[in-house]
């Protein structure tokens, strides 16, 4: 079997290299496979910082029995979500249709026009609290495959029709006063009172909502402001922060903001940074930024696009052990590995952050980081034609090798407003 996630860019992909699974990588040679085979398609979808990617890695993928029967009966094909956000949402949406558990790793199977007929998210190897084990969702959804194809087309060919209608609805009017003040109130609905945040468990910081809410505060809307900075007062103060290193976890286990998954996401800290600044917030905005600068910079230039939530302490591998350590027992240890993919649209996230916060707080450091990230991907990540001024943007690289990935319309907003705010700010 030849290894052919060995050379991917992604270092998610890189990580199931030696699966004895016979992993491809996105892209339309696949599905022709699948086709001129006439079996279905398994479509996995994760990244680098996902700890429930890890376990069912371990536990199913690794697994080399069950990866003899999965080659014998599947094209499959592994998908970094933060390389290919497209496919990713176009799935997730799709996955909809058959759990509301939706998150990674998303497992789709798919018909091989590449339609889904059936989809969940990690799957135990033996049977767990009524959630069926991986090689029973495998012999249930080739069983389908097999003896009821044309209802299995039939159903996959209904789902995408229903999506591509949904993705073709023009959109309505912009929001008027009246529909923010409904929105502020709805929201105020889910605010939960006694921690801090939106809802139950899992919580996360939701970053996007509290800029929104921070931005109606500018506007006058002094109720917002006061959603946004009791969230933001109660994740300063909780297990969602690291305090040695100071950047945020993706999200927590339980609804009082304990029991974090470690993981650690460019985008989230960025826009994080962003929202400490606006309320003047300069010890939680100082911690953010040197995470940003000390952990997630890369010596190449840019920002890596996470950090794992797994690591190695004393020879054992665990989730959040190194985050347990005070920072003389961390320099003892090897830190989580970066996922040292250098994304355009989050990067553009975090020049904007650091210069804004630059701006505001007083830190000219963080403005001339800002810049120098600028300078990188304005020099580095647009491309054309020989002969041509370049004009296409790229997606992703590590170091000099390039993503076969489009640059999507978050590659290109979040680089504008990065570079606007750098503007704003030198």
């Not at 892209?27 to 996902?50: H, M, N, T, W």
């Not at 690794?62 to 592994?78: Q, T």
């Not at 910081?205 to 402001?225: K, N």
Request: hydrophobic content about 40%; overall charge negative.
């Amino acid at each position: 079997m030849s290894n052919r996630l060995a050379d991917a860019v992604s270092p998610y992909l890189r990580s199931h290299a030696d699966n004895p699974v016979d992993w491809q990588q996105w892209g339309a040679e696949p599905f022709a496979e699948a086709k001129r085979r006439q079996v279905p398609v398994l479509i996995s979808i994760g990244y680098s910082s996902c700890h429930w990617c890890h376990v069912m890695a371990r536990e199913s993928f690794s697994d080399p029995v069950l990866a003899e029967w999965l080659n014998a009966n599947f094209v499959s094909i592994k998908v970094d979500r933060e390389e290919y956000p497209d496919v990713d949402s176009t799935y997730m949406a799709s996955a909809g249709a058959f759990t509301q558990e939706l998150g990674w790793p998303l497992t789709i199977f798919a018909t091989p026009e590449g339609k889904t007929f059936f989809a969940g998210t990690y799957f135990p190897p033996t049977p767990v609290q009524g959630r069926a084990s991986f090689r029973q969702v495998l012999d249930a959804v080739l069983d389908a495959w097999r003896d009821r194809r044309t209802e299995v087309e039939s159903n996959a060919t209904q789902i995408a029709a229903a999506l591509t209608s949904q993705g073709r609805q023009r959109p309505g009017a912009l929001p008027t006063e009246p529909d923010f003040a409904a929105i502020i109130s709805e929201l105020a609905t889910y605010e939960d009172t006694e921690f801090g945040g939106f809802g139950g468990a899992p919580k996360f910081p939701v970053a996007t909502v509290l800029g929104f809410l921070l931005d109606r505060e500018a506007a006058g809307d002094a109720s917002a402001g006061s959603i946004a900075r009791r969230t933001l007062t109660a994740m300063a103060s909780s297990e969602l922060r690291d305090p040695v290193e100071g950047g945020f976890f993706r999200y927590a286990v339980r609804r009082d903001w304990t029991e974090p998954h470690y993981e650690r996401m460019l985008y989230d800290n960025a826009l994080l940074l962003t929202a400490y600044a606006r309320i003047d917030r300069t010890d939680i905005a100082e911690g953010i930024a040197s995470f940003l600068l000390g952990v997630l910079r890369l010596p190449t230039g840019g920002f890596a696009s996470a950090q794992d939530s797994e690591s190695t302490v004393d020879g054992v591998r665990v989730e959040g052990g190194y985050y347990a350590l005070d920072a003389e027992q961390r320099a003892a240890q090897t830190p989580p590995a970066l996922d040292d993919k250098v994304l355009t649209g989050w990067n553009g996230l975090a020049i904007e952050a650091l210069a804004f916060a630059g701006e505001r707080l007083g830190r000219a450091d963080w403005i001339e980081a800002a810049r120098e990230t600028a300078d990188y991907l304005t020099e580095e990540y647009f491309v054309g034609e020989p002969g041509e001024a370049p004009s296409t943007l790229i997606r992703a690289r590590i170091g000099h090798r390039v993503s076969d990935a489009r640059a999507t319309l978050e590659d290109y907003g979040m680089l504008a407003g990065g570079l606007l705010q750098v503007a704003l700010a030198t």
